[in-house]
Structure formats: structure tokens, C-alpha cells
């Protein structure tokens, strides 16, 4: 079955960076793509990014554009976000979410989420 | 960007009621219309794809109905495990927008 595993996340500084990580596995990584969606606390998701199975296409909501960027490594099973100039805003819970078969726009299996807090 | 809006934004229902959650998009989005269930500090679960595709696995009492820009989810027959938060979401074009959410509590 599908697992999605994040890590990464913590407590970190205005201004300052993090890298955050899913791994995955139960499914053919390099055959699809992915997303990662936040949520602030207690607030509504927000889609943040998506990246092509091949990670030749990349799109982000326009709150993280040009701080945020995702990548993938199709050897190592494993999706990455990594964040800078990080804002108290950007603070919540980051999940990864795999593509759909049919679409890849369509986040089919989702993980556990990892918590980014920004604060000084 | 496509807004997504969601109809209540809370809904007090019993065991056993027939309930129906209402998203609107902002324009054409086709049939590209997920329903995910969100129960407190879990992940999202997908219920629904391409606005009435239940997903394996959900029970069949979950429906999804489209009508142009407006979609429906209807539960037949609400089970305790039913009480979370409801959240359409487009995925017809980039930025892929949710709806604000839908909670169901116990009446």
C-alpha cells in the first residue's frame, strides 16, 4: 500500500530556511507525480507545489513562489520542499500527496504531515 | 485563480441523517472535482475524484453529483465515523484551490 513519510520539520527562525522530505514507498515513485498542500492551524489546505513524475515541471501557489522550491530524487524514493526566507505565515502542517494515475493533478494518497513553525 | 466556495460551513447532523455539502467554482472546472475527509490532526483522505468517482474502499453511502459549476456531496445515512470536515478542491488548472471546508458535528 501507499506510504508517504515527511520529516524535516521544526521550529526555525524568520528569514531563515528548511528542507523538508517525504519518502515513499508501496508504489512506482518515478511514475508519478506529486504535490505537497499545507495547513495552517486550524485553518483550510492550501496546495503549494506539484512536480512531474520526471521532475521536469514544476508550479507553485503564488504565496511561495520564489521562496519555495520541490525536487525529487527517483533513486532514493523521495520528494523534497525546501523553504527559505521563511515567514510566520508559511507556519503549519506540510503534507505530501501522491498524483493521481488518471491525472496528476488529482492527490490521491496523502501522509502524515510533518509541522513547520516559524517563529523568533 | 479558480475560487472554490463550500455550502455550510458547518452542519449539525444526526446518525442515520441524509446530508448535502454544495461547492461552487468560480468558473468551468469540467468534472475535475475531489471531495477529501479530514478528521482532527489526520491527513486528508480522498473520497471522491472527477466530481462522482468513489475512490476504493469508501462506503458507498458517499455520492458526488455535478451540475456545471456546481457540485454536490451527499452522505445517505450519516455513521458516527461520518463526523469530520469536508473540503472540495479543483484540480482542472494551476493553482489547484480547496474549498474552505465543511464541518459535520454531532446535532
Known amino acids: 500500500q501507499v506510504q508517504l513519510v515527511e520529516s524535516g520539520g521544526g521550529v526555525v527562525q524568520p528569514g531563515r530556511s528548511l528542507r523538508l522530505s517525504c519518502e515513499a514507498s508501496?508504489?512506482?515513485?518515478?511514475?508519478?507525480?506529486m504535490h505537497w498542500v499545507r495547513q495552517a492551524p486550524g485553518k483550510g489546505l492550501e496546495w503549494v507545489a506539484v512536480i512531474s513524475y520526471d521532475g521536469n515541471n514544476k508550479y507553485y501557489a503564488d504565496s511561495v513562489k520564489g521562496r519555495f522550491t520541490v525536487s525529487r530524487d527517483n533513486s532514493k524514493n523521495t520528494l523534497y520542499l525546501q523553504m527559505s526566507s521563511l515567514r510566520a505565515e508559511d507556519t503549519a502542517v506540510y503534507y505530501c500527496?501522491?498524483?493521481?494515475?488518471?491525472?496528476?493533478?488529482?492527490?490521491?494518497?496523502w501522509g502524515q504531515g510533518t509541522l513547520v513553525t516559524v517563529s523568533s | 485563480d479558480i475560487q472554490m466556495t463550500q455550502s455550510p460551513s458547518t452542519l449539525s447532523a444526526s446518525v442515520g441523517d441524509r446530508v448535502t455539502i454544495t461547492c461552487r467554482a468560480s468558473?468551468?472546472?469540467?468534472?475535475?472535482l475531489a471531495w477529501f475527509q479530514q478528521k482532527p490532526g489526520k491527513a486528508p483522505n480522498l473520497l471522491i475524484s472527477?466530481?462522482?468517482n468513489l475512490q476504493s474502499g469508501v462506503p458507498s453511502r458517499f455520492s458526488g453529483s455535478a451540475s456545471g459549476t456546481e457540485f454536490t456531496l451527499t452522505i445517505s445515512g450519516l455513521q458516527p465515523d461520518d463526523f469530520a470536515t469536508y473540503y472540495c478542491?479543483?484540480?482542472?488548472?494551476?493553482?489547484?484551490?480547496f474549498g474552505p471546508g465543511t464541518k459535520i458535528d454531532i446535532k
Open positions: 472527477q466530481a462522482s
Open positions: 508501496g508504489f512506482t515513485f518515478r511514475s508519478y507525480g
Open positions: 478542491q479543483q484540480y482542472s488548472l494551476y493553482p489547484f484551490t
Open positions: 468558473q468551468s472546472i469540467s468534472t475535475w
Open positions: 500527496a501522491k498524483g493521481g494515475h488518471s491525472s496528476t493533478w488529482l492527490m490521491d494518497s
